[in-house]
């Protein structure tokens, strides 16, 4: 429920598979990450939040529409509604990814204008990757497990995840004769 184990040659391969659907999915972000359209939310969920949270994500909301995440604001009681989202998350809690974006954005707002924008689009896309990947003690059937595999190894940067975690760990045949005391 957490790692596939795939015999590679004479090696054996340990693959997390939250990690790697991270990776995926962030790959497949990349290569399309112009606008994308958001889902429509069937119960759009509502934040209530500060008047500088308010002022923040409203002055972001152009951001928010790129990423498929269109706000509806209302001022008098300092809401934000969200009516779409993207594909990946919808399912999740919006809420907590919107006050993740207004932290990083609070942190990180001195940087330079061009490139806080590119590093809040790749906070944003790892965000999305790493919420709406599998995640560790889902249950994996034999087609999804080859499926991930198969994808894993197409990617280009498939030895880590978006926040630098390995991926793959290989066991070669050597270790695992050392460890049996076969050497």
Do not use: W
């Amino acid at each position: 429920g957490t790692y596939i184990i795939i015999e590679q040659g004479s090696d054996c391969l340990l693959i997390d598979q939250h990690a790697a659907h991270e990776r995926i999915l962030y790959e497949k972000m990349n290569h399309r990450f112009e606008k994308k359209d958001g889902v429509h939310l069937l119960f759009p969920e509502s934040i209530l939040v500060t008047q500088e949270d308010f002022s923040l994500i409203e002055e972001h909301d152009a951001f928010l529409k790129l990423q498929g995440i269109n706000c509806f604001y209302a001022k008098e009681n300092l809401s934000v509604l969200i009516k779409t989202a993207p594909p990946l998350i919808q399912h999740l809690s919006l809420s907590q990814f919107i006050q993740e974006m207004i932290a990083y954005i609070k942190e990180h707002e001195q940087l330079d204008r061009d490139y806080f924008k590119k590093q809040l689009e790749e906070f944003i896309r790892a965000q999305i990757a790493c919420k709406g990947a599998i995640k560790a003690g889902d249950r994996l059937s034999l087609i999804q497990m080859e499926q991930l595999v198969s994808d894993l190894m197409t990617t280009e940067r498939r030895f880590i995840c978006v926040h630098g975690r390995p991926t793959i760990f290989t066991l070669s045949e050597a270790f695992i004769a050392r460890q049996f005391q076969r050497t």
